[in-house]
């Protein structure tokens, strides 16, 4: 039984940077709060939790002040940063900066097209931290979509500009954009640019880990996909490794590996989500190896 761990699977460059700031910041005080989980794994929230990071709610947040608090990678929108200065609260601002560049980009937009009467319109995840900060850019005026059943929230006799979540599928963000371009031309005879902005808004590093997936789901008889339920990227990711391999399991840990989807012979590939942690991955590894025997006796 051969065992790879992916070696482009892991964080990103934006969740690695607010767990190490969390880090940083335990290390001069015994106690963090952080504005919702850290990172979208449980394993992870836990590790950290016994360090002293402090999950709260929104709702909470009211109740706090003189205090620090931590902003995570899906960044906040602005009634966040207004309620801080309002209840004396440090913020610790771990915001990707990929995301705060893309609701700059929305801001700009919603503030030109408002006098338009035209649409922002964002694919992603309606309650998704990331989608919050994002339609908090625009008064919280802009449209979720996240499926086709979502496109009737659109008028599409008037302007639409599209954008992503970050952490989005491209083909299912292509295929929105599609859509709508069919909707509009259904509904004014013709497309213009004035009709129809489309930004694709998907980070490269997370893009760039579909076709990463296909070829190594591809390249071993067996997947297990290591990601916390919570994460959508998770799950676009996971359905990639899906479609090129029906041996394809999603798990959050070790604990859930039935013995009976292995074979003795079979080539097994390790892979996670962009909140994924590398320490995971290799305890999955680990458990397999020291199940080896086990494995020909199911």
Same mark, same amino acid.
Not at 215 to 233: A, M, T, W
């Given at each position: 039984?051969?065992?790879?761990?992916?070696?482009?699977?892991?964080?990103?460059?934006?969740?690695?940077?607010?767990?190490?700031?969390?880090?940083?910041?335990?290390?001069?005080?015994?106690?963090?709060?952080?504005?919702?989980?850290?990172?979208?794994?449980?394993?992870?929230?836990?590790?950290?939790?016994?360090?002293?990071?402090?999950?709260?709610?929104?709702?909470?947040?009211?109740?706090?002040?003189?205090?620090?608090?931590?902003?995570?990678?899906?960044?906040?929108?602005?009634?966040?940063?207004?309620?801080?200065?309002?209840?004396?609260?440090?913020? !610790? &601002?771990? *915001?990707? @900066? #990929? $995301? =705060?560049?893309? %609701?700059?980009?929305?801001?700009?937009?919603?503030?030109?097209?408002?006098?338009?009467?035209?649409?922002?319109?964002?694919?992603?995840?309606?309650?998704?931290?990331?989608?919050?900060?994002?339609?908090?850019?625009?008064?919280?005026?802009?449209?979720?979509?996240?499926?086709?059943?979502?496109?009737?929230? !659109? &008028?599409? *006799?008037? @302007? #639409? $500009? =599209?954008?992503? %979540?970050?952490?989005?599928?491209?083909?299912?963000?292509?295929?929105?954009?599609?859509?709508?371009?069919?909707?509009?031309?259904?509904?004014?005879?013709?497309?213009?640019?004035?009709?129809?902005?489309?930004?694709?808004?998907?980070?490269?590093?997370?893009?760039?880990?579909?076709?990463?997936?296909?070829?190594?789901?591809?390249?071993?008889? #067996?997947?297990?996909?290591?990601?916390?339920?919570?994460?959508?990227?998770?799950?676009?990711?996971?359905?990639?490794?899906?479609?090129?391999?029906?041996?394809?399991?999603?798990?959050?840990?070790?604990?859930?590996?039935?013995?009976?989807?292995?074979?003795?012979?079979?080539?097994?590939?390790?892979?996670?989500?962009?909140?994924?942690?590398?320490?995971?991955?290799?305890? #999955?590894?680990?458990?397999?190896?020291?199940?080896?025997?086990?494995?020909?006796?199911?």
């Amino acid at each position: 039984m051969q065992v790879e761990i992916d070696p482009y699977s892991g964080y990103c460059f934006g969740v690695e940077f607010a767990i190490q700031m969390a880090e940083d910041e335990l290390q001069e005080s015994e106690e963090l709060y952080c504005l919702g989980d850290i990172v979208h794994n449980n394993m992870e929230v836990e590790r950290l939790y016994n360090k002293g990071l402090r999950t709260i709610t929104r709702e909470e947040l009211n109740d706090l002040h003189d205090c620090k608090v931590l902003i995570r990678a899906h960044g906040e929108p602005p009634s966040t940063y207004e309620l801080a200065l309002k209840n004396n609260i440090q913020l !610790i &601002d771990a *915001s990707c @900066p #990929v $995301v =705060l560049k893309l %609701q700059n980009r929305i801001k700009h937009s919603y503030d030109q097209i408002s006098d338009e009467e035209g649409q922002i319109v964002i694919y992603g995840k309606t309650g998704h931290a990331e989608v919050i900060g994002l339609t908090g850019q625009t008064n919280d005026e802009a449209i979720i979509i996240s499926s086709e059943d979502d496109l009737d929230k !659109i &008028d599409f *006799s008037k @302007p #639409v $500009v =599209l954008y992503s %979540q970050t952490t989005k599928s491209t083909q299912g963000f292509y295929k929105i954009k599609d859509l709508i371009e069919q909707r509009i031309k259904a509904e004014k005879g013709q497309l213009t640019i004035k009709d129809f902005d489309a930004n694709d808004s998907i980070c490269r590093q997370v893009s760039n880990r579909e076709p990463r997936m296909k070829e190594f789901s591809q390249q071993h008889d #067996v997947i297990f996909f290591v990601s916390g339920k919570k994460s959508s990227n998770g799950r676009a990711l996971y359905n990639v490794c899906l479609e090129n391999n029906p041996r394809s399991y999603f798990i959050e840990n070790e604990e859930e590996i039935d013995l009976s989807w292995i074979q003795p012979d079979d080539s097994i590939g390790i892979c996670g989500a962009t909140s994924t942690p590398r320490w995971l991955m290799e305890s #999955v590894s680990d458990f397999l190896h020291s199940q080896e025997a086990n494995v020909a006796l199911v």
